[in-house]
């Protein structure tokens, strides 16, 4: 059981078109998955979901269930500002790192209109999801210059069609 | 005129205290300055500020003013998850980085509960403002144990009293 | 059989003892283990074994056939001004990526003099092996003020003792 | 007075190349520079200039003499291996810290075979500048396939040579 976050909240996102590609290659692959898409979270998360008032949304905390019962994540990470998305960072901080996160396995894909590929952003991510204990697969995807590799919503690129497959068939065995 | 960013949402933070610290620093050396608390963020900015709305929250606009306003900033940047509050990010997600960020000049403060001092949460923010135009001053503060180095919301531990100052004095330089 | 790389070439250092300590442990677990000391490098291996020399140095193709045999790694990383040693990278540049780093697994441990107990030497050095291929624990070990935690050249810091320990499990189990 | 430091010690180095570029823009505007090849790092250097012999040896006290007279620099960094050369860390610890890299300005140039402009080197050397005291100007230049931008050992992409100008003026401006 594979869950794939798409690590941002922005409605219609490339990032939920990746998830949608990765998924399609696990389903092959007969692995069972699942996307969780940060477009889920509660409008007013920030505030009703976090510090005094961790644990206490229910629309959030089957987000947290979720997150719990997975072994292995895909992270999906546009890149914003240089680096990951705010609200990817802020899904991180309302979670129970420990059922969530600790001595799992994921593999992180990061997606830019322009030509960095989301590098800066899977390494600041990595440092987190290290801290939490969670194992990062060393293959981290960048795919740059994103909009130029999709046709219909569907990654027609097939050099990244390529690495999303090798990538999957890592973390399988990772 | 120097804005001090409270880099969390938190409620009573004691990043909170600690900029209240370093206003009274500024002040002291007759430089104007202001507190902008992460605080006052609405509570559905995830939604209501970001992506297709940006620039269309009337009260989150007032805070981007302020920081279009502003030609030098203070973050205060407390250690989440080994990083930075992802709400610090995802308010940079909403600012108009042209006009709040490029060519001005900051310094950074990290403060940690555990002994990182938030040391890999101002590499990964330097990054981020480095993209986005904004000089960090070389001299990153790391404030670990911050629990222990205060006495009634006041920092009383002299080594950061002195760090602080010193800090403050090169960024005014800067 | 798993390598334990002392990261720097100073002689007597406290990253060889750490090593020398992080052997015993795994020892103890029954696990066939080596450590190999940067102290071994040629003198001239900036210019003998890199670039246009890279494979051409004999002394220094020992040193590759060792890394290329090897399937686990621990690098023991003391802090020097804000990183890994320059010489642990330039280790790095003169390996056969393919063969000595690429689809393998590590652990990290980093230590240092002073209190960050080279937190940024270990994001950055994770960066570098991801690169190459290997796969690192999400479990990095902090050692900050290694000076004070031994005694005799032994780890006396229970602390660090139980860490070491913890680790060791962590690898090899990964 | 500005000194341009090549980040390899590789022969007939794109660093070397890109320098003297950057060496004419500089000239160009009236500021006296100089170009400092790591290429001339002794062959012994990761021996007789570091630990117990840092200042012992007379030909690299020469370097640092160099780095300490100047006030500003600039450091062409080519990605080895997913971050910087290891020489150019090797290079900085052997340096006098506060005479060499305290108080001072630099702007970085990434440069790279591959597509990655060396940007998660330039995040790494920033956090060992930052250390060491030295203000890292935030435009920080990345220049992807410079393979594919030169003819002749020039540059002639002429985004390349903007970008390198705009850097040139606001490190002047620093």
């Known amino acids: 059981m594979i869950t ?42 920030i505030i009703s979901a976090l510090y005094e008032n961790i644990g206490k949304n229910e629309q959030f905390n089957k987000i947290r269930d979720r997150m719990n019962k997975s072994e292995k994540f895909v992270f999906v990470v546009p890149e914003y500002n240089g680096s990951f998305p705010g609200i990817l960072k802020a899904f991180i901080d309302g979670l129970d790192r420990a059922k969530a996160l600790a001595d799992k396995k994921c593999a992180l894909v990061g997606l830019s209109a322009g030509d960095q590929g989301a590098g800066l952003a899977l390494s600041h991510f990595t440092d987190i999801l290290n801290y939490c204990g969670t194992n990062v697969l060393a293959y981290r995807l960048r795919l740059p210059k994103i909009g130029d590799s999709m046709t219909d919503s569907k990654i027609t690129n097939q050099l990244y069609v390529s690495k999303i497959h090798n990538q999957a068939q890592k973390l399988i065995e990772f």
């Open 4 to 45: 794939i976050v798409v690590g941002t909240n922005r409605k219609d996102s490339v990032s939920f078109k990746v998830a949608l590609h990765y998924a399609e290659v696990l389903k092959a692959k007969n692995i069972t998955n699942s996307i969780l898409n940060l477009r889920e979270l509660p409008e007013d998360y």
